[in-house]
């Protein structure tokens, strides 16, 4: 059973950083995307981040671009969300998930318990 588990969230100052990882287990990498999404209070989930892992695009939706990154090590199972400059509005419970490939991550299979990210003004 494939399990995917988050670590590394927590309570940061706005306009400092978070790594953020997923470590996944019985996942194949390659012919597949992850990526990361995240669901404040009252908002709906969305994308964050989407690593499409046959060619390693990288998608991210305009609030986003330029302020965190998406990487993976294949070897070691486990990609990662690096987020600087973090604002207020990028508090969220924050989700590891992987599927079919996708440059959008848009039909994800798998999901992670989800981690809290909260920022501080």
């Known amino acids: 059973e494939v399990q995917l588990v988050e670590s590394g969230g927590g309570l940061v100052q706005a306009g400092k950083s978070l790594r953020l990882s997923c470590t996944a287990s019985e996942f194949t990498f390659e012919r597949a995307a992850i990526g990361w999404f995240r669901r404040a209070p009252g908002k709906e989930r969305e994308v964050v981040s989407c690593l499409s892992l046959d060619d390693g695009h990288t998608y991210y939706p305009p609030s986003i671009e330029g302020r965190f990154t998406i990487s993976s090590d294949n070897a070691k199972n486990s990609v990662y969300l690096q987020m600087n400059n973090l604002k207020p509005e990028d508090t969220a419970e924050y989700y590891c998930?992987?599927?079919?490939?996708?440059?959008?991550?848009?039909?994800?299979?798998?999901w992670g318990q989800g981690i809290q990210v909260t920022v501080s003004s």
């Open positions: 998930a992987a599927g079919p490939l996708s440059y959008y991550c848009t039909h994800m299979t798998y």
